[in-house]
């Protein structure tokens, strides 16, 4: 890769995420750390208004801003691919916020990659999720991204039926079903559900903070240690 290449993937990488470190950068882009710390300082004396430091991690000022990019048909392609195979799995507001924006990308692609784009035979059953379920998701990512406390009404797999104040964390997606995390106020502990057996969602009023032990990192952490051990 020419070194302005990479530069220039340096930061969309460094754009694309809360904090980026050496290391990450180090593998995307298989070169040595000492190669992106002095890239990145690089790119500091240019003017591009990363802040971090080597050893912590970088960030991008809000703000900056690069030129329209231009796709290649293949890229194009794949933006069409994980649009289509995403979309009905997709709470009802992300699946047409999705569609939208694959509108703007055709808007400025050249013809011939738009022609391959809009050609592309890749496609996924329009059959997704049912309506409750993906009102449920609606509720979870609103209320994960507000960080407020949620009641909760769970029937589990033994059909025995709980209730509960939980503070949802994140949303991941298991093939045909969807779980949530959350820190449950019952058990004091991380628990996980299934989305399509939420009976009743009631968004509280009460917000929460992080706290220490009960965070996502948290609960990734834990998570990574449990697949270590085994």
């Known amino acids: 890769m020419r070194r302005a290449d990479r530069l ?27 190669t ?9 004396q240019q003017g591009v208004p990363i802040d971090g430091e080597a ?6 000022r809000v703000g900056f801003e690069l030129p329209p990019l231009m796709f290649s048909a293949e890229e194009a392609q794949s933006l069409v691919a994980a649009v289509r195979l995403a979309q009905p799995q997709l709470d009802a507001v992300l699946g047409q916020r999705a569609e939208e ?16 784009a809009e050609s592309l035979t890749v496609y996924a059953p329009q059959r997704g999720l049912d ?35 939980v503070r949802p964390l994140a ?3 298991w093939g045909p079903v969807w779980t949530f995390s959350a820190w449950c106020e019952l058990r004091e502990d991380f628990r996980s559900f299934r989305v399509d057996r ?17 965070t996502l990192a948290d609960l990734q952490r834990r998570e990574n240690a449990r697949e270590n051990w085994a």
């Not at 939420?198 to 009960?214: A, I, M, S, T, W």
């Open 198 to 214: 939420v009976q009743q969602l009631e968004l509280l009023e009460e917000r929460f903070r992080d706290e220490p032990g009960k």
């Open 8 to 34: 220039f993937q340096i930061v969309q990488l460094i754009r694309g995420r809360r904090l980026t470190t050496a290391e990450f950068l180090s593998q995307r882009l298989e070169v040595s750390i000492r």
């Open 171 to 173: 949303c991941f997606f």
């Open 101 to 116: 924006a694959l509108g703007k990308i055709f808007a400025v692609l050249p013809g011939s990659a738009r022609a391959a």
């Open 36 to 44: 992106v710390y002095r890239d990145v300082a690089a790119l500091q």
């Open 55 to 60: 050893g912590v991690g970088y960030r991008m």
């Open 131 to 165: 309506n409750a379920t993906r009102e449920r998701l609606t509720q979870l990512r609103l209320a994960t991204e507000s960080r407020t406390k949620l009641r909760l009404h769970y029937l589990d797999l033994s059909d025995q039926t709980s209730s509960r104040v």
